[in-house]
T-cell receptor
Framework: DAGVIQSPRHEVTEMGQEVTLRCKPI?????LFWYRQTMMRGLELLIY????????DSGMPEDRFSAKMPNASFSTLKIQPSEPRDSAVYFC????????????FGPGTRLLVL | GQNIDQPTEMTATEGAIVQINCTYQ??????LFWYQQHAGEAPTFLSY????GLEEKGRFSSFLSRSKGYSYLLLKELQMKDSASYLC??????????FGAGTILRVKS
């Protein structure tokens, strides 16, 4: 199994630019999660999907952030416009079913906004 | 809000036993998870508890007391490779996990 795949692994951009992060979940998993990790705030859930439908986006910080899941094997997290405070590691995770199923994390995208 | 507390850092000696505590006060509870995260890497699943008691998995064990809002992760026969951050996470309603800030464990020889 290839695991959760994220791209790019590193991204450096300038303030005001659009950033798109990509994720391919583990095949067959029907839950997909986007997290952000910083030293100050730790690991925070931004949004999660079930069967491609957003279930809880209460962690999305503001309107500059948007996430989509057009099919079972692909999701994007977009930041437009980006700001320096968005600098963080963004993880995508996926899981099977709901109850008692662990989440498997991708390697993360390290985003630096200058 | 959700409150999950863990010690910030711990240091232990190779071969020893260490216990990492986690206390929580959350609006819901559907299980408690422990993840390990090495520096610069993604979190990886260690264990979960849904019912009270001890779950053992090789050198790692995890305990839960729901009435006390308390869990601990026990690591035995510590190895240098166990140096990492250990994250406690509570599953709320649905499939939402809320993570603690993590405990950085340093294993010294």
């Amino acid at each position: 199994d290839a695991g959760v795949i994220q791209s790019p692994r590193h991204e450096v951009t300038e303030m005001g630019q659009e950033v798109t992060l990509r994720c391919k979940p583990i095949s067959g998993h029907d839950y997909l999660f986007w997290y952000r990790q910083t030293m100050m705030r730790g690991l925070e859930l931004l949004i999660y999907f079930n069967n491609n439908v957003p279930i809880d986006d209460s962690g999305m910080p503001e309107d500059r952030f948007s996430a989509k899941m057009p099919n079972a094997s692909f999701s994007t997290l977009k930041i437009q416009p980006s700001e320096p405070r968005d600098s963080a590691v963004y993880f995508c995770a996926s899981s099977l079913g709901q109850y008692l199923e662990t989440q498997y994390f991708g390697p993360g995208t390290r985003l630096l906004v200058l | 809000g959700q409150n999950i507390d863990q010690p910030t850092e711990m240091t232990a000696t190779e071969g020893a036993i260490v216990q990492i505590n986690c206390t929580y006060q959350t609006s819901g509870f559907n299980g408690l998870f422990w993840y390990q995260q090495h520096a610069g890497e993604a979190p990886t699943f260690l264990s979960y508890n849904v019912l009270d008691g001890l779950e053992e998995k090789g050198r790692f064990s995890s305990f839960l007391s729901r009435s006390k809002g308390y869990s601990y992760l026990l690591l035995k026969e510590l190895q240098m490779k166990d140096s990492a951050s250990y994250l406690c996470a509570v599953r709320l309603y649905g499939n939402k996990l809320v993570f603690g800030a993590g405990t950085i464990l340093r294993v010294k020889s």
